[in-house]
Nanobody
Framework: QVQLAESGGGLVQAGGSLRLSCAIS????????LGWFRQEPGKEREFVAAISWSGDTTAYAECVKGRFTISRNNAKNTLSLQMNSLKPEDTAIYYC????????????????????WGQGTQVTVSS
């Protein structure tokens, strides 16, 4: 059973930074797209960022573009999300996930494009 474990969440003031990490239990996912999503209470889970298996291609939601940076280390089976200039509206539970298709970013922005999910880490940005 594949396991993903997020860490790095917490409470930060607006304008501050946090770095989220995701540890993936199996090296096999080094050939899959990885992504970050977030979810606020009572709202649907939404796409934040994705990165191709090689790390050469990234994609971001418009609302985080220029502030967040996604990266991966296939040698260590880890995924990261550097979040700068945080805003109160970034408050949510953040989830990492593995894509369904090898060597492909198909459906990278959709929940249906991902197969395995972590339990999430809470990010709270105070104003």
């Amino acid at each position: 059973q594949v396991q993903l474990a997020e860490s790095g969440g917490g409470l930060v003031q607006a304008g501050g930074s946090l770095r989220l990490s995701c540890a993936i239990s199996e090296a096999a996912f080094s050939i899959y797209t990885l992504g970050w999503f977030r979810q606020e209470p009572g709202k649907e889970r939404e796409f934040v960022a994705a990165i191709s298996w090689s790390g050469d291609t990234t994609a971001y939601a418009e609302c985080v573009k220029g502030r967040f940076t996604i990266s991966r280390n296939n040698a260590k089976n880890t995924l990261s999300l550097q979040m700068n200039s945080l805003k109160p509206e970034d408050t949510a539970i953040y989830y990492c996930a593995t894509g369904r298709a090898r060597y492909s970013m198909a459906n990278y922005g959709r929940i249906e494009g991902y197969g395995y999910w972590g339990q999430g880490t809470q990010v709270t940005v105070s104003s």
